[in-house]
């Protein structure tokens, strides 16, 4: 199982993320709130501003405040553990 980092030592299953986008649309932030209300959003901010909308299969939204660009990059990218 691939472990992303998506900050703050916070870390998602990369194999269960489905999008990872902007939070600045209005369809973005409704499917925030939807998921607020049903009470499968994790904010992963600690107080700082939302960069990055992490969206899983589980239904779960997860809020980053990592740009969306780094946390792809991780997912994408090797990191120095996997190339040893």
Known sequence: MKLINIGFG???AAERIIAIVSPESAPIKRIIQEARE???LI?????RRT???VIMDSDHVILSSVQPE?????LTGKSSEQAD
């Open 51 to 53: 960069r990055a909308v």
């Open 10 to 12: 916070n870390i998602v």
């Open 43 to 47: 904010d992963a901010t600690y107080g």
């Open 38 to 40: 049903r009470g499968n």
């Open 70 to 74: 780094t946390v792809a990059h991780r």
